[in-house]
């Protein structure tokens, strides 16, 4: 049977610091050499007996290809490419000897593992039996599950680093190897599995890792990232208290000029005299005048009532002896004292409303300043004249 193509060397780099030769170069310690050396016989003695059960496997030498396998297994350190190798062949060698209880269970590490292995080859039936029947355990169970958490970050630092074991039905997991990249420096640190969470301590701001999953004899059954593709965890740094700021003043605004206002020469304009307050003798005219018209007119109303009350007389109807028939003597009498009495009364009040009128007219003319009056003799005695 050929090598996996995914078998590999993996060597573990010890970092160490070498005194320096007079040439400038350095030279290892023994201890130093012999670590290098112990790293790579490591996995070339595994692959030794995964060499050497293959051979017996051909040869149909089950017992020995099952002892070398066995061998194989107790190597320390072993890859995943390598363990799942030994277990493959394993679960062909004990099915094939009819040990088809250990057979299943070492199938059943493979799928846990490699949840889509294939059995590749020509076997017989009480090979491919086993196979199917840890197949079918596989519908049933989850395959080993595990993946690497966000760190915790506290006070502006990572101070944690974690693992979740999602799923292990086997309970293949004994620890988990944690490789931190720090500054340019790698560090490691295997911590036991005893939850389903485990947990690496850190005390950085920033730095890249990456892990591997350990079974039995630290086998490799998972990796998770790589060197070459580490997970980044970076913690916020803590903020920095600034000073406020204090608030600044509001703008001021821009003096406006005040505006310049041409003084003109004022006009000279025809000077007239204020209006006066009316002297009181000048209303006491217009009162004597509204009173004259107003009398006056009382006087013409009585004037055409007794018009009125003598055509009632005059015109009362005769007969053709010229007696009048229309008015009783009585009646005719109290409309002739009625008459008389109306028409008296209507020269009364004529004569007063026209001295009033004329005593109106006469204070109007004395409240003028600029009236000037005079008495002028007359044909019939003396008159006013005067100029206004």
Same mark, same amino acid.
């Given at each position: ?69 066995? !061998? ?34 070492? &199938? ?177 005219? &217009? ?55 109306? !028409?008296?009364?209507?020269?009364? &009040? ?37 100029? &206004?």
């Amino acid at each position: 049977m050929q090598r996996s193509p995914n078998a590999g060397i993996r060597i573990r780099r010890e970092r160490n610091r070498f005194p320096r030769t007079s040439a400038g170069g350095s030279v290892p310690p023994v201890s130093a050499l012999r670590t290098l050396l112990l790293c790579l016989m490591l996995p070339l003695a595994a692959w030794a007996q995964v060499d050497k059960a293959e051979k017996a496997l051909r040869e149909l030498e089950y017992p020995e290809a099952l002892k070398a396998l066995e !061998a194989a297994k107790k190597q320390v350190g072993n890859d995943r490419a390598t363990t799942l190798r030994i277990h493959e062949l394993s679960a062909i060698v004990l099915a094939t000897l009819g040990q088809d209880a250990k057979a299943l269970k070492a &199938f059943q590490v493979v799928f846990s593992l490699a949840p889509d292995f294939k059995l590749a080859g020509n076997h017989p039936p009480r090979v491919t039996t086993v196979f199917y029947e840890a197949r079918g355990w596989l519908d049933q169970h989850k395959p080993l599950e595990v993946r690497q958490l966000p760190g915790v970050a506290r006070q502006g630092l990572i101070t944690e680093l974690q693992v979740e074991v999602g799923n292990d039905p086997l309970k293949l997991i004994k620890e988990v190897r944690f490789y931190l990249l720090v500054d340019g420096k790698v560090s490691e640190l295997e911590v036991p599995v005893t939850g389903p969470v485990v947990v690496a301590p850190a005390e950085v701001q920033r730095l890249s890792w990456w892990a591997v999953v350990l079974g039995e004899k630290k086998a490799v059954l998972a990796e998770l990232a790589s060197k070459g593709s580490p997970r980044i965890e970076a913690a916020a740094p803590l903020p920095v208290a600034v000073k406020p700021k204090s608030p600044e003043p509001p703008p001021q605004p821009e003096p406006v000029p005040a505006p310049v206002v041409e003084e003109k020469e004022p006009e000279l304009t025809a000077w007239e005299e204020p209006p006066r307050p009316m002297p009181g003798t000048r209303v006491a005219s &217009f009162a004597l005048l509204g009173s004259g018209v107003a009398v006056a007119g009382l006087g013409l109303a009585f004037g055409a009532m007794s018009e009125g009350t003598k055509a009632k007389v005059t015109g009362a109807e005769v007969d053709a002896s010229g007696r009048v028939v229309g008015l009783t003597q009585k009646d005719a009498l109290a409309l002739d004292a009625q008459q008389r009495t109306e !028409a008296s009364l209507a020269n009364v &009040f004529i004569i007063t409303g026209a001295a009033l009128a004329a005593g109106g007219v006469t204070l109007l003319i004395l409240s003028l300043d600029d009236t000037k009056v005079a008495l002028v003799p007359t044909f019939g005695g003396v008159g006013l004249a005067g100029s &206004f």
